[in-house]
């Protein structure tokens, strides 16, 4: 679909490209139009889908719990991340750069408008929801950065150009364009690729049908208190009592202002003229409306990865042993992971680009570790094995678990523990100093001094 149209700033940088190619496909680069897929253009004025008698949108899919608590649980994960620039080293191991200029927008502050966590969790939000999170890298004249913008997915629009080359157009809040090259933009997608090759694919669109039922039978539900669950009852007169029109709606009306809601559910009726009240003997459960519920629960959770207990259905769960504890690590490893990867090599290639064929030793990772937290006594065993002992190294210093727990180094404490050298099979253990003296002293005495005669005379 065509219609939207570079600026004069993106139609100069086309123009210059296509000169140097010397490849005449834009005659007027003014006016260079823009390749887009349809569904783009459907989601950039706000599409919806229509499933399950409601409308299903990325804003109205967070009125369900479920989805709620999925997409919050796993923003709130990756944001719980340590996130840092790091160093490649020769030896195949890698280390942190802490006074990088780049941790500032990745731990303190990207813009002013918000802190380094909690832009991870807005692009996450994003990614979950729409499949997409963008970022904007502002830059001064001598090509520094000085922020990074956070954009809604709403307010952008990724397309290719006339040369097949990948440009974003963002929306202003005063309703200006800018376009800007994919180099200068965070691109967060979720998993797979659209039928554009751009864009990640929406959990909401592709799901929206899951997601819809679970949000109309909560309205049901709601539905249900509002009227004061008279829904299943009805009212019945002698058959030689004839109702006018007229007396049917003064009767309803009376039923309105006497018992709707769940306030006045239980407040007595006065009904004349032989009326009786009947209720339908069918339960919310009977309809099942309960298994329902739960069963719509549970297809969220299976959508986003998140393990039923931890959005807090348990109803087909134990809460207590290992099984919990493994189904945690499994959303950590199998969920979590791959979105962390994701987020920290496109910031990766994007701040620290490939030049040529070589790749640069910095780049952006999360520190996972950090996400490894047991009770004390498995923290006490963990850290008594990582410092080594009963003839087992360690592989961690006594100030490194200080540091994990809050607490100041002590001095010496950066030494880690290897045990000393095995003796030989059979030796005592007190023969290994005897061993170590035998080493230092010659295998046969030296020779007495031979005497001279003359000096005994």
């Given at each position: 679909?065509?219609?939207?149209?570079l600026?004069?700033?993106?139609?100069?940088?086309?123009?210059?490209r296509?000169?140097?190619?010397?490849?005449?496909?834009?005659?007027?680069?003014?006016?260079?139009?823009?390749?887009?897929?349809?569904?783009?253009?459907?989601?950039?004025?706000?599409?919806?889908?229509?499933?399950?008698?409601?409308?299903?949108?990325?804003?109205?899919?967070?009125?369900?719990?479920?989805?709620?608590?999925?997409?919050?649980?796993?923003?709130?994960?990756?944001?719980?991340?340590?996130?840092?620039?790091?160093?490649r080293?020769?030896?195949?191991?890698?280390?942190?750069?802490?006074?990088?200029?780049?941790?500032?927008?990745?731990?303190?502050?990207?813009?002013?408008?918000?802190?380094?966590?909690?832009?991870?969790?807005?692009?996450a939000?994003a990614?979950?929801?729409?499949?997409?999170?963008?970022?904007?890298?502002?830059?001064?004249?001598?090509?520094?950065?000085?922020?990074?913008?956070?954009?809604?997915?709403?307010?952008?629009?990724?397309?290719?150009?006339?040369?097949?080359?990948?440009?974003?157009?963002?929306?202003?809040?005063?309703?200006?364009?800018?376009?800007?090259?994919?180099?200068?933009?965070?691109?967060?997608?979720?998993?797979?690729?659209?039928?554009?090759?751009?864009?990640?694919?929406?959990?909401?669109?592709?799901?929206?049908?899951?997601?819809?039922?679970?949000?109309?039978?909560?309205?049901?539900?709601?539905?249900?208190?509002?009227?004061?669950?008279?829904?299943?009852?009805?009212?019945?007169?002698?058959?030689?009592?004839?109702?006018?029109?007229?007396?049917?709606?003064?009767?309803?009306?009376?039923?309105?202002?006497?018992?709707?809601?769940?306030?006045?559910?239980?407040?007595?009726l006065?009904?004349?003229?032989?009326?009786?009240?009947?209720?339908?003997?069918?339960?919310?459960?009977?309809?099942?409306?309960?298994?329902?519920?739960?069963?719509?629960?549970?297809?969220?959770?299976?959508?986003?990865?998140?393990?039923?207990?931890?959005?807090?259905?348990?109803?087909?769960?134990?809460?207590?042993?290992?099984?919990?504890?493994?189904?945690?690590?499994?959303?950590?490893?199998?969920?979590?992971?791959?979105?962390?990867?994701?987020?920290?090599?496109?910031?990766?290639?994007?701040?620290?680009?490939?030049?040529?064929?070589?790749?640069p030793?910095?780049?952006?990772?999360?520190?996972?570790?950090?996400?490894?937290?047991?009770?004390?006594?498995?923290?006490?065993?963990?850290?008594?094995?990582?410092?080594?002992?009963?003839?087992l190294?360690?592989?961690?210093?006594?100030?490194?678990?200080?540091?994990?727990?809050?607490?100041?180094?002590?001095?010496?404490?950066?030494?880690?523990?290897?045990?000393?050298?095995?003796?030989?099979?059979g030796?005592?253990?007190?023969?290994?100093?005897?061993?170590?003296?035998?080493?230092?002293?010659?295998?046969?005495?030296?020779?007495?001094?031979?005497?001279?005669?003359?000096?005994?005379?």
């Open positions: 679909m065509s219609g939207y149209r600026s004069s700033r993106a139609a100069e940088a086309e123009a210059a296509n000169a140097a190619r010397v490849v005449p496909e834009i005659q007027d680069s003014s006016s260079a139009a823009v390749i887009a897929g349809d569904a783009d253009i459907f989601e950039w004025f706000g599409g919806s889908y229509q499933e399950a008698g409601v409308t299903v949108t990325p804003a109205t899919s967070m009125r369900s719990t479920a989805v709620w608590r999925c997409v919050t649980l796993n923003a709130g994960t990756m944001m719980s991340a340590p996130l840092g620039v790091y160093e080293l020769p030896n195949g191991m890698r280390r942190e750069v802490p006074d990088h200029p780049f941790n500032r927008f990745l731990q303190v502050e990207p813009n002013d408008d918000m802190s380094g966590p909690e832009f991870i969790e807005l692009q939000i990614m979950l929801l729409t499949g997409n999170g963008y970022g904007l890298m502002r830059q001064a004249r001598n090509g520094t950065i000085t922020r990074i913008d956070y954009y809604p997915p709403a307010r952008v629009l990724p397309f290719r150009s006339t040369d097949r080359s990948v440009w974003y157009r963002f929306t202003n809040e005063d309703g200006s364009n800018e376009d800007h090259q994919a180099s200068y933009v965070f691109h967060f997608r979720g998993p797979g690729r659209d039928a554009g090759g751009i864009k990640g694919l929406s959990a909401i669109s592709h799901h929206a049908k899951a997601i819809g039922i679970n949000i109309a039978t909560r309205d049901y539900t709601a539905g249900q208190f509002e009227r004061g669950l008279l829904t299943n009852d009805y009212f019945s007169f002698p058959e030689n009592q004839v109702v006018t029109k007229e007396q049917r709606a003064a009767f309803k009306e009376y039923l309105r202002l006497k018992a709707q809601g769940v306030a006045n559910a239980h407040n007595p006065i009904l004349e003229n032989g009326a009786e009240w009947k209720r339908v003997s069918i339960t919310a459960k009977d309809a099942q409306l309960l298994e329902l519920l739960q069963y719509s629960v549970v297809d969220v959770a299976r959508i986003f990865g998140t393990p039923p207990h931890m959005i807090g259905e348990t109803s087909a769960a134990t809460t207590w042993g290992t099984g919990i504890e493994q189904m945690t690590i499994g959303f950590k490893l199998y969920t979590v992971m791959p979105h962390m990867r994701r987020f920290a090599k496109e910031l990766t290639r994007k701040l620290f680009p490939i030049i040529g064929a070589r790749i030793n910095l780049f952006v990772d999360f520190d996972p570790d950090a996400l490894q937290v047991g009770d004390s006594k498995s923290q006490g065993e963990l850290f008594s094995r990582a410092l080594g002992g009963n003839q190294p360690g592989w961690m210093s006594q100030n490194e678990v200080r540091r994990k727990k809050n607490l100041p180094p002590i001095p010496g404490g950066d030494r880690v523990y290897f045990p000393p050298e095995t003796p030989p099979a030796a005592q253990p007190d023969d290994r100093q005897t061993l170590a003296d035998d080493e230092d002293e010659p295998s046969d005495p030296p020779p007495a001094p031979r005497k001279d005669p003359a000096d005994e005379s």
